[in-house]
């Protein structure tokens, strides 16, 4: 067994030796290793997934290695290969359903489709037999002594999908690790679902490790929540789906506006902290963004090449125009507050408002005012129903995570990878978020269509 190192996948082995070279993504140990042949499963699951069933992840066939769009791992190989392992229901499960205490936790902010996935996991729960199923209200903060846990049966999820937000709440910040865990033990929980983006996946990572370490026959799986769609390996996260339709609403409301207005001009400032997924795929979607900016990709604002002197020209020659940027772009125009969350993170100044009054001012000072509008959706967007697409996603994630967490997995994610359903070891998709490569084709089919050109 060769190892190798890889950028972005820090447990992987190489299954062949030769070209094309083969990685696959190790899954953390099962949690009740010592049932080494497990419990038959009772339930009828229209087949079984074998343990050592895997997804291809990619393979990219590159002529050269400065293919456009091209990631490549090893100068001297053109073609790679990368495997998962494939979720589903096993034959063979690790915890006797009348033994089984699930926990329900959503953490962080909201994201459509959290209910969709808390329906989901409780209805799989109750036909596999168990019977003790809670809700731990307000993320993490619920394992504390005050809050009272959420009995859950399928009578209470069952139209809970129809709305957006969390049925249990949300929050971030919290009882640390060890409380958290001393509380799971109190409880008797011996399954733990926990949905949630990269903060919260840190945490259910920590608690899968302290369990470890007191030998508690805990699993814990996770289903990332994550809006921004920024989980490295998955094709994309729930709710993404949802956002980028919402964002296109808030667009359109934006150049009617802008349309409408003389010498207008449109300003919407979508989600996306360290990626401009949201905001790239809205203006693909629209066709009706002259500008997006994202944090990827550096810009200027003033100056001869920068954003204002193009919507100068737009306004010439279109008469509005209409801009799109992600929470996270253009951080660098902004004074730091150092200001954090409760969970620690850094609270970002407001680009879309530095925009619009740096806009104002601009036209102002040439002496041919523009009508300048600020649209910023985030919360209507987070807050609503999970959409057809978004639906679907979370049935399937929500069911799997149960069949992970049956099949003794812990520490585990699961998620949508080259259109298959697969389950994932968490530390290799939290390192870092997923960013949006400028060099890649769908970026360069984002300029096409906005026309936009390069800010520096
Ligand atoms: P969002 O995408 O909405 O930001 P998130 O999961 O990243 O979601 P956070 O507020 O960062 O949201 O974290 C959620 C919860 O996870 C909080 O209760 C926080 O205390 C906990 N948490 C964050 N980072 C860690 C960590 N490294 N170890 C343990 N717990 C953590
Ligand atoms: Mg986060």
């Known amino acids: 067994e ?49 343990n050592n069933d895997r997804v291809l992840l990619k393979v990219i066939r590159y002529s050269s290695p400065t293919s456009a769009g091209a990631e490549c791992i090893d100068p001297n190989c053109t073609w790679v290969e990368q495997w998962v392992h494939r979720a589903g229901p096993r034959e063979k499960i690790y915890y006797k ?7 329900i936790v959503t953490c962080g902010g909201l994201c459509p489709g959290l209910n969709d996935v808390i329906r989901q996991i ?39 999908h129809l709305s957006g937000g969390s049925l249990l709440g ?9 409380e958290i865990v001393d509380s799971m033990e109190e409880r008797g929980i011996n399954m733990l679902f926990v949905l949630g983006g990269n903060g919260t996946h840190a945490g259910a990572n920590a608690i899968h490790d302290e369990c470890r370490k007191r030998q508690l026959k805990v699993a814990v799986v996770g289903v990332p929540k994550t809006i921004d769609n920024d989980i490295l390996l998955m094709d994309k996260t729930f709710g993404f789906d949802t956002a980028v339709e919402e964002a296109q609403r808030a667009i359109n409301s934006a150049y009617i506006e802008a349309h409408s207005a003389y010498r207008g001009i449109g300003i919407v400032k979508l989600m996306g ?51 799109c940027v992600a929470e996270g772009a253009g951080q660098n125009f902004l004074e730091k507050t150092n200001a954090k969350d409760a969970s ?27 009508d300048v509008k600020y649209i910023d959706p985030t919360y209507m967007i987070r807050a609503c129903r999970a959409n057809a697409s978004d639906g679907i ?33 968490i530390p290799e998709v939290i390192s870092y978020p997923k960013v949006l490569d400028p060099n890649s084709r769908m970026w360069h089919r984002c300029l096409t269509s906005t026309g936009q050109p390069d800010f520096v």
Not at 170 to 176: A, I
Not at 348 to 368: A, C, L, P, R, S
Not at 403 to 413: P, R
Request: hydrophobic share 40%.
């Open 122 to 160: 409780v209805i799989t729960l109750e036909i596999y037999g168990v019977k003790n199923i809670v809700g731990i209200p307000f993320g993490y903060r619920g394992f504390g002594k005050e809050l009272a846990e959420m009995p859950l049966s399928r009578k209470v999820v069952q139209n809970v």
């Open 393 to 425: 996603l979370c049935t399937v994630l929500g069911q799997n995570a149960v069949h992970g967490a049956f099949a003794g997995y812990s520490g585990i994610t699961v998620g949508i990878c080259n259109t298959h359903y697969v389950y994932l070891p």
């Open 2 to 50: 060769q190892r190798f190192h890889l950028p972005h996948l820090t447990d992987v082995y190489a299954d062949a030796m030769s070209y094309p070279s083969t990685f696959c993504l190790r899954m953390r140990t099962p949690v009740n290793e010592d049932f080494a042949d497990g419990y038959p499963s009772d339930e009828k699951w229209h087949g079984y997934i074998n």
């Open 97 to 103: 359903p009348e033994n089984v205490k699930a926990a």
């Open 344 to 370: 620690g993170n850094i609270v970002f100044g407001d680009i879309g408002v530095h925009i619009q009054q740096e806009t104002k001012k601009y036209f102002k000072d040439i002496g041919d005012p523009a």
């Open 273 to 323: 902290r360290s990626s401009g997924f949201i905001a790239m795929q809205a203006s693909l979607a629209s066709g009706q963004i002259d500008v997006c900016l994202i944090p990827e990709v550096p810009f200027h604002l003033h100056g001869p090449h920068g954003v204002l002197r193009h919507l100068k020209y737009l306004l010439e020659t279109k008469g509005s125009a209409v801009v």
């Open 170 to 178: 949300v929050s971030r910040g919290g009882p640390n690790v060890s």
